[in-house]
């Protein structure tokens, strides 16, 4: 009963985390007319004291002393922040200039992006199932090439940019909260300079647009911790297999949004293209459920021999007692009957 309440809390986090991730579109929408440098330099800037504030909660300061002492995993952290910078900016950016459905089209690659620098990098070997789904997903970026007149660079950059981000936060080995910290604090002074060379140039809007406006901006780093943290409470709760369907719940958002809320132009070509790109996450999907599936029926038939093994170790011990003479040359009390 207690296994199932978590799961049910681990699926509500989980679609919550999602679901902002999906609405940030609307988020940043709202904050015009600040450009897409100011809104970013003010999301690092407001994450951090978010940050600071949320470790204190948690009473999570043990690892900043281990981790100042390992210069190669800062300089990690260093990149990670810069990935993830430049991934926020891109994704403001097409907010800005009404390129929602095109920044959508990139968290749904994403995973093809992943599998793709796992071979190229990590030497992986696929199976055939995530060869065809790759195949197809390169269909489908040659046919929104020509949909759209050129390569779909913005949303091959966000994908490789959060895909190379997500690889490097492996090899980080950070929780969610942890790295959220260490990459904000990274962030803070650049972003730090940035707002303040566009106040010296009256290019900000902070105290310029009411103080409606100003709060919002200063809620940019709430705006960016919530889903993490939903997102790590589920992660605690579900198997990999489900996160693995909750995460196209946001690039879903993203589309409808830019197609209903934004009209954004949707003609058939890249209908074509997107059509191609959601039937190789169905590949993709379909192939990781069968192998978890695979995974779980084999560590059951695993955990039922060693059982039977286990069960026979101790009939045949069982036995050998029984035939075994007592100290005094008497029949044991278990042959007695």
């Not at 889903?227 to 996160?243: D, E, K, Q």
């Not at 934004?262 to 058939?268: G, Q, R, T, V």
């Not at 007592?326 to 044991?332: D, E, R, V, W």
Request: charged fraction near 15%; avoid cysteine.
């Amino acid at each position: 009963m207690e296994s199932h309440g978590e799961h049910r809390t681990g699926l509500l986090l989980g679609f919550t985390a999602y679901g902002m991730w999906g609405l940030l579109p609307l988020y940043w929408h709202v904050l015009e007319p600040a450009g897409a440098v100011e809104v970013l330099a003010h999301r690092m800037v407001w994450s951090l004291p978010t940050a600071l504030v949320i470790l204190a909660l948690l009473r999570r300061w043990s690892w900043v002393r281990p981790l100042s002492r390992e210069p190669r995993k800062l300089g990690l952290i260093v990149v990670a922040a810069t990935l993830i910078s430049v991934n926020w900016w891109l994704f403001i950016w097409a907010v800005a200039t009404d390129k929602v459905i095109e920044a959508s089209l990139g968290y749904f690659i994403n995973p093809l992006i992943s599998i793709a620098l796992g071979v190229l990098l990590l030497r992986e070997r696929l199976r055939p199932a995530q060869w065809a789904a790759v195949g197809i997903g390169a269909l489908a970026v040659a046919v929104l090439a020509v949909a759209y007149g050129r390569v779909p660079w913005l949303s091959l950059v966000l994908a490789m940019s959060f895909a190379l981000y997500a690889l490097i936060k492996k090899r980080v080995r950070l929780d969610g909260v942890e790295s959220f910290g260490a990459e904000t604090a990274v962030q803070f002074l650049p972003a730090l300079g940035i707002l303040l060379v566009l106040g010296a140039r009256d290019e900000a809007t902070f105290t310029t647009e009411g103080t409606g406006h100003a709060l919002l901006l200063s809620l940019a780093g709430l705006a960016t911790a919530l889903p993490l943290i939903f997102f790590g409470g589920a992660a605690v709760r579900l198997p990999l297999s489900t996160i693995g369907l909750l995460q196209y719940l946001a690039p879903v958002s993203m589309f409808l949004l830019g197609l209903l809320a934004f009209d954004e132009a949707m003609p058939p070509e890249r209908w074509a293209g997107f059509l191609l790109v959601w039937t190789a996450l169905s590949v993709l999907t379909w192939d990781a459920l069968r192998t978890a599936r695979r995974s779980r029926a084999r560590l059951r038939k695993a955990a039922a021999a060693a059982a039977a093994a286990g069960a026979s170790a101790m009939d045949t011990e069982g036995r050998k007692a029984a035939d075994r003479p007592t100290a005094a040359g008497a029949p044991s009390e278990t042959a007695q009957g």
